[in-house]
Every structure is written in structure tokens, then in C-alpha cells.
């Protein structure tokens, strides 16, 4: 079974601009869970996405975005890009969304490096 | 707030001993815990899975322990090996709206594993 795979694996961008990442699930996961990596702060959950809506959203501005289309899929935006934005972003599916005790384990993708400059 | 906390400085240890990483947190009641694996310019990897009701867990050469009177877990690997020098993770699930969970990681500890 193919593993997580998100595009670019690594983006050079400028202030000020736009960024679009993308993440492909493993077959039959309906959760995609994005997260931003640094070494000041390290691993921090953005959101999750769950059959196309977000089921959950960590403590980042509103320039992160992200969605989820019919086939699992998923996108994660951040507008007006800054420097603290550059870090390792990384996607992660699962079947489902934990919750009540139900821990469904989380398979990670190889992750975009991002730059800003 | 929820905090965990890892050792910030790297486990260096000699091949064949055994390693012993820990996290502890605060403000949690966390009804399980996890630890990754990270090598490094690579996702983390999923190794182990503990419940507030097990003490301990096994897995080849790992072995996790979980205290929730102390707010500890303890994650040892026997018989370590050079293959196993990367940054082990831990994670708890933080509590979100509707009865799901946000995960929340430790910062990690490095290990080096010495030949």
C-alpha cells in the first residue's frame, strides 16, 4: 500500500506571497491531519480534515487555510507569507478522527519544506 | 495550560545498552500515549501506543511504561543499535470540541546510539 505523499517536498517563496501544499492520504484513509514543524516550536497540529470538513483547528492565524476534497485529498493555503513561516510541513492520514477513547493511529507524509525570503 | 516535556539534550549511549527516554507532562489526564520516530528531513513514524490503564507495553525491543500518578512515560529500546539513532516523539491527545482529539507532541529527544 503506497504511504502518504504530499507536493511540493520543497518551495522557495517570497514575503508577501501564497502557498498552496498538497497532500495525497493512504487508500482508505478519510482523515488528513496537517501540522507545521520548527525547531523553536516543534511539531504544532494545524487542522484536520475529516470526509471533507474540518473536524478540529490548532491555534494558527486565519492565513492557514486548508480543505479536503471528495477523494481524501487535501490542500493546506497560507496566505501573505512571512518569515516565521518557514518551517516543515507535514500531512498525516488515518482512518478516522480519534475521539472517545479510540486512538486511530496516524501515518505520516515525507513532509514540504518551505522557505521564506 | 498542557505541557509535555521531553529532555532537550541528546541520549548518547554505546551499542547493546539499553536506552531510556521520558516524558512527562502536566494538566493532562490523557486517556493514552504515543511515541514516534523521526529521522531527520522525514515524517515522524508511529512505534507504540499506551492506555491510562496499561502500565506497560511491549513491542520487540521496545518497552513503554505509563504512570499517570507521576504524569510519566518512560520509552526504553534494549539492545540498541546505530539504526536507532534518530528523534523519538511523544504525544498526547489534547481534547478538542465535539469529544475528538488534537494531538499535542513533546519536543522530542535525540538519541545517538554509539557503535
Known amino acids: 500500500k503506497a504511504g502518504v505523499t504530499q507536493t511540493p517536498r520543497y518551495l522557495i517563496k517570497t514575503r508577501g506571497q501564497q502557498v498552496t501544499l498538497s497532500c495525497s492520504p493512504i487508500?482508505?484513509?478519510?482523515?488528513v491531519s496537517w501540522y507545521q514543524q520548527t525547531p523553536g516550536q516543534g511539531l504544532q497540529f494545524l487542522f484536520e480534515?475529516?470526509?471533507?470538513?474540518?473536524?478540529n483547528k490548532g491555534n494558527f492565524p486565519g492565513r492557514f487555510s486548508g480543505r479536503q476534497f471528495s477523494n481524501s485529498r487535501s490542500e493546506m493555503n497560507v496566505s501573505t507569507l512571512e518569515l516565521g513561516d518557514s518551517a516543515l510541513y507535514l500531512c498525516a492520514s488515518s482512518l478516522a478522527v480519534s475521539s472517545g477513547g479510540v486512538a486511530y493511529e496516524q501515518y505520516f507524509g515525507p513532509g514540504t519544506r518551505l522557505t521564506v525570503t | 495550560s498542557q505541557k509535555i516535556e521531553q529532555n532537550s539534550e541528546a541520549l548518547n549511549i554505546q551499542e547493546g545498552k539499553t536506552a531510556t527516554l521520558t516524558c512527562n507532562y502536566t494538566n493532562y489526564s490523557p486517556a493514552y500515549l504515543q511515541w514516534y520516530r523521526q529521522d531527520p528531513g522525514r515524517g515522524p513514524v508511529f512505534l507504540l501506543l499506551i492506555r491510562e490503564n496499561e502500565k506497560e507495553k511491549r513491542k520487540e525491543r521496545l518497552k513503554v511504561t505509563f504512570d499517570t500518578t507521576l504524569k510519566q512515560s518512560l520509552f526504553h529500546i534494549t539492545a540498541s543499535q546505530p539504526a536507532d539513532s534518530a528523534t523519538y516523539l511523544c504525544?498526547?491527545?489534547?481534547?478538542?470540541?465535539?469529544?475528538?482529539?488534537?494531538?499535542?507532541f513533546g519536543r522530542g529527544t535525540s538519541l545517538i546510539v554509539h557503535p
Open positions: 504525544a498526547l491527545p489534547g481534547p478538542a470540541s465535539g469529544g475528538s482529539y488534537i494531538p499535542t
Open positions: 480534515y475529516f470526509s471533507e470538513t474540518q473536524r
Open positions: 487508500s482508505g484513509h478519510r482523515s
